[in-house]
Structures are given as structure tokens and as C-alpha cells.
């Protein structure tokens, strides 16, 4: 069963970059069908989608994020990375990675089948 964990900074000062990883674990990551994704969810509210990331490099974006996100996948550590730069206090939040099949992006809820980390929180300070 494929297991990921989620490992960065807990704090984060506003205007600078966060950085997270996913690192990957019992199981393939070069599964063409999935997409190793990136989600937060900000205090009180639902899920927000970051954005995804296939095993051949591909990438996509929420528009909200798109300029400020880039994500990327090392295939040979098993690990896929999250950069958000210039952050914000609206940019605290859960963070989640997760691999979903693409019927899965974006949906307002987790799909069974699916595999997510537990989450880490992020907060950026003013």
C-alpha cells in the first residue's frame, strides 16, 4: 500500500518561500494514472487544490496559485516537492499531498482508492 509523508517548515515568514516534500513509500511512483498532487485546507474552510504533478514531469496548476507554485517529482528519491513563493497569512493552512486518479482532482472530498498523507500545518507569520 503506497504511504507518503509530508516534511517541511511548520512556520514560515510572510514574502518568503515555502518549501514542503512528499516522500513516497510502499509502492510505484512512476504509475502513469495517478497524479501526485498537492492540497490545503486553510482553517474552516474545504479542500483547495494546488496542484499536480505526473511521473513523466507534467504539471498543472490551480489559476489562483499558478504563479506563485511550482511542483516537481525526483523519481530516483521518491519524492515530490511543493514550492509556494512569496507567502502570504492566507497561505496557512493543512497541507496535504496526496496521489489520486485523475477522476480524483479536484473533487471537494477524498475519493476511496485514493492515498493521502496525514497532513502538515503551515502557518505564515506577519
Known amino acids: 500500500q503506497v504511504q507518503l509523508q509530508e516534511s517541511g517548515p511548520g512556520l514560515v515568514k510572510t514574502s518568503q518561500t515555502l518549501s514542503l516534500t512528499c516522500t513516497v513509500s510502499g509502492g510505484s511512483i512512476t504509475t502513469n494514472s495517478y497524479y501526485w498532487s498537492w492540497i490545503r485546507q486553510p482553517p474552516g474552510k474545504g479542500l483547495e487544490w494546488i496542484g499536480y504533478v505526473t511521473y513523466r514531469g507534467s504539471t498543472d496548476y490551480s489559476p489562483s496559485l499558478k504563479s506563485r507554485t511550482s511542483i516537481a517529482m525526483d523519481t530516483s528519491k521518491k519524492e515530490f516537492t511543493l514550492q509556494l513563493t512569496s507567502v502570504i497569512p492566507q497561505d496557512t493552512a493543512v497541507y496535504y499531498c496526496?496521489?489520486?486518479?485523475?477522476?480524483?482532482?479536484?473533487?471537494?472530498?477524498?475519493?476511496?482508492?485514493?492515498?493521502w498523507g496525514r497532513g502538515t500545518q503551515v502557518t505564515v507569520s506577519s
Open positions: 496526496a496521489t489520486v486518479h485523475p477522476a480524483s482532482y479536484g473533487l471537494a472530498y477524498r475519493r476511496s482508492g485514493d492515498y
